[in-house]
């Protein structure tokens, strides 16, 4: 089983210019996460989706936007890269909404913004 | 609100015992997660607790304490691959994860 992927593994992206982040998972799990990983921060909830059709907004959503049109995909876009969105990605994807459940990752996109 | 507090940076030394301790403030809980994450890898799941105690698996161990907001995590007969960041994070009411920094475990010959 592949789990969850994600692509592409790194990206250098111009001040300006819009980005898909892509996220695959082949688990059928009904929720899933981006989060960005900064030196020195905890990781960081961008949006999430309990399930296919619906997304909410996590702890630092603003310049980001994401869709869930199934259960497999999770992509995230930024609309207009900013040097403050150079981060390591990462998506995360878990079988359960209302009970604890063990969060699965991806390997994550390494994003730099100049 | 919600914080979780663990220390930046520990050292160790291969073949001993080594315990990262984590304290939480929250409003609602639903369980603590502890993930092990190497150098340029995704976090990976070691543990899971929501009951005050010990949990042990293998060489590591996970204890939580509700009352206190407090967990540790302890890793016995140390390896070098044992060398990793190793990351807490709090289940709050919402089923979210609330992560703290990261605790990066420097193993030493």
């Known amino acids: 089983t592949a789990g969850i992927t994600q692509a592409p593994t790194s990206q250098i992206l111009a001040a300006g210019r819009s980005m898909t982040l892509r996220c695959t998972q082949d688990?059928?799990?009904?929720?899933m996460y981006w989060y960005r990983q900064d030196l020195g921060l905890g990781l960081r909830l961008i949006h999430y989706?309990?399930?296919?059709?619906?997304?909410g907004k996590g702890e630092v959503p603003d310049g980001y936007s994401v869709s869930r049109a199934n259960t497999d995909d999770f992509p995230l876009t930024l609309a207009s890269a900013v040097p403050s969105q150079t981060s390591v990605y990462f998506c995360?994807?878990?079988?359960?909404?209302?009970?604890?459940?063990?969060?699965?990752f991806g390997p994550g996109t390494r994003l730099t913004v100049l | 609100g919600q914080n979780i507090d663990q220390p930046t940076e520990m050292t160790a030394t291969e073949g001993a015992i080594v315990q990262i301790n984590c304290t939480y403030q929250?409003?609602?809980?639903?369980?603590l997660f502890w993930y092990q994450q190497h150098a340029g890898e995704a976090p990976t799941f070691l543990s899971y607790?929501?009951l005050d105690g010990l949990e042990e698996k293998g060489r590591f161990s996970s204890f939580l304490s509700r009352s206190k907001g407090y967990s540790y995590l302890l890793l016995k007969e140390l390896q070098m691959k044992d060398s990793a960041s190793y990351l807490c994070?709090?289940?709050?009411?919402?089923?979210?994860?609330?992560w703290g920094a990261g605790t990066k475990l420097i193993i030493k010959p």
């Open positions: 995360a994807s878990s079988d359960s909404v209302s009970s604890p459940d063990t969060q699965y």
């Open positions: 688990m059928r799990h009904n929720a």
């Open positions: 989706s309990n399930t296919a059709g619906t997304t």
């Open positions: 929250t409003s609602g809980f639903n369980g």
């Open positions: 607790n929501v």
């Open positions: 994070a709090h289940m709050d009411s919402n089923y979210q994860l609330i």
